[in-house]
């Protein structure tokens, strides 16, 4: 038990703080499943697991509101494991330590997984409190859906019978989404090329620390740094104008994150060991002034390191460093429609030396298919002109808009009674699983809000304490005023 058990509603930060201390990363949610289950079952209320795994739990309506249209109040299991260098922290053993901080509450050290841990604990709050107003109701929680939507992906029709999906997957408060973007994930493998270590060399480690990092949706569009992008430069100086001789590389851990960290095994020559120090002095100033107000904690260094049985052949350097460097990233279009709104982007997320290859992962999102597939050609394009191998996996569509939405309508009315001001309607441009649920539920009518979370899929994630209370009477009041399955 921590302090955050004292907060309210103490019912949904209780479940959240055992959500906490249950390891629950993609790929990972079985524990956290079995307790879901388990404590459902004791409750008395009927749960199934589906062929994927997703969890569906179902509560009968609130007397004298049977008649009211069936609500799916839909989270997801997972969490993005990320933690600081100096950390140490197993996701698939190690409990997520919460702590608090003014209106905040924090991680020590790592990712906290309010995304979406706060949305599937107000999920189970509801499903425990015997006193709120609603109509029939069923809790969708889906798995993997920040690696990879498997769950959403999976979720067949036929078992679940509502006609509104309430989606708690959004991070902001006083904003309520009708879309989402749609992604794909590039899978690039370079074949290694490996030559003997020359003479007259020294091995150094190049690393880029300090980086802010975010969700390679919410935060892309705010200029962040990013890791990999840096270190394709830096090794395109110091190979070039360095003579330094590339053993591995490596940067990012998650293709849906900005790299907050990456590093290089070099060889150099002693000669020169001088003049690269110089280099990379240069470029911490240039980044310091560059990202000055975004990014101000980056730490560019060279550090001695064992001597590595291999290097890459002077080919293959080449054309890695000069796909990285043309390897598109970032914002690559606004919306015409909605011009505060990101259409396309894309993020270079991760860069691994394996064995025998070097491994490139990048999302791609967009708002529509022509923008995600016009950057996924482009990105092929460089990589294949280098030699490597590139394999689209996971092509998901967005949620597209439906301004006639009645829920849509329902909730701003309720946002406007209960707060006194109307929420901002809003597209957001990450991949909300709404979108895929489309396919097996094409009749659903589906909402998404959420409280302030900052910060998402990085070490400073945090959620406001406030937002969360706001959230909990917005959902609570959404729930009651549900129409009649007639109306």
């Known amino acids: ?131 709120l107003a ?57 074949p290694y090329q490996a030559e003997p270590v020359p003479a007259g060399y020294r091995a150094v480690r190049l690393s880029i620390t300090g980086l802010r990092g975010g969700h390679s949706g919410i935060n892309i569009h705010q200029g962040r740094a990013s890791a990999t992008k840096l270190l394709a430069e830096l090794l395109h100086v110091l190979t070039r104008h360095g003579n330094a001789r590339l053993s591995s590389l490596d940067g990012g851990t998650l293709r849906n994150a900005i790299a907050r960290e990456a ?38 260094a060279l550090s001695p390191n064992d001597m590595p049985a291999r290097v890459m052949s002077d080919a293959m350097q080449q054309q890695l460093v000069r796909a990285l460097l043309a390897c598109p990233h970032g914002v690559m279009a606004m919306s015409r429609s909605m011009p505060e709104v990101t259409q396309t982007s894309t993020n270079l997320g991760v860069i691994a030396t394996r064995e025998d290859h070097v491994h490139v992962q990048c999302l791609i999102r967009s708002l ?25 996996d996971g092509a998901y569509p967005g949620w597209q808009p439906n301004p006639d939405s009645p829920i849509m309508k329902l909730v701003l009315d309720t946002h406007e009674k209960v707060f006194g001001a109307l929420p901002a309607v809003k597209v957001i441009h990450a991949g909300l699983e709404c979108g895929l649920f489309k396919s097996a539920y094409p009749h659903w009518d589906m909402v998404s809000f959420g409280p302030t979370i900052q910060g998402a899929h990085s070490p400073d994630e945090r959620v406001s304490i406030d937002a969360v209370s706001r959230f909990w009477q917005l959902l609570v009041q959404v729930l009651a005023q549900i129409p009649d399955r007639d109306n």
């Open 1 to 131: 038990m921590t302090a955050i058990r004292s907060l309210s509603p103490s019912s949904l930060w209780g479940f959240f703080d055992t959500i906490c201390s249950i390891p629950h990363p993609s790929g990972h949610e079985a524990a956290l499943g079995r307790w879901i289950i388990d404590w459902a079952q004791a409750q008395g209320l009927a749960v199934r697991r589906d062929d994927t795994g997703n969890l569906i739990i179902k509560k009968p309506a609130s007397p004298g509101m049977e008649h009211r249209k069936g609500v799916v109040l839909q989270a997801h299991l997972d969490m993005v494991p990320q933690a600081n260098a100096d950390t140490d922290h197993d996701f698939t053993r190690d409990p997520i330590r919460p702590r608090i901080d003014g209106d905040w509450v924090y991680a020590t050290g790592t990712t906290l997984g309010a995304d979406n841990g706060i949305g599937m604990a107000a999920c189970l709050a509801v499903l425990a409190d015997p006193h």
């Open 134 to 190: 609603h109509g029939p109701l069923e809790v969708l929680l889906t798995v993997d859906e920040e690696s990879g939507m498997t769950g959403a992906f999976g979720l067949q029709p036929g078992w679940l019978e509502g006609e509104i999906l309430l989606n708690t997957d959004s991070e902001q408060d006083g904003d309520v989404y009708m879309g989402c973007a749609g992604g794909v994930d590039a899978n690039i493998t370079l």
């Open 263 to 300: 590093s290089a095994l070099l060889l150099v020559p002693e000669e020169k060991s001088e003049h690269l120090h110089t280099l990379l002095a240069q470029y911490q100033r240039q980044y310091a002034a560059e990202f000055n107000g975004v990014d101000d904690r980056i730490r560019l």
């Open 368 to 392: 529509d298919n022509a923008g995600r597939d016009r950057v996924a050609t482009m990105t092929a394009a460089v990589f294949e002109l280098a030699g490597a191998e590139v394999r689209f």
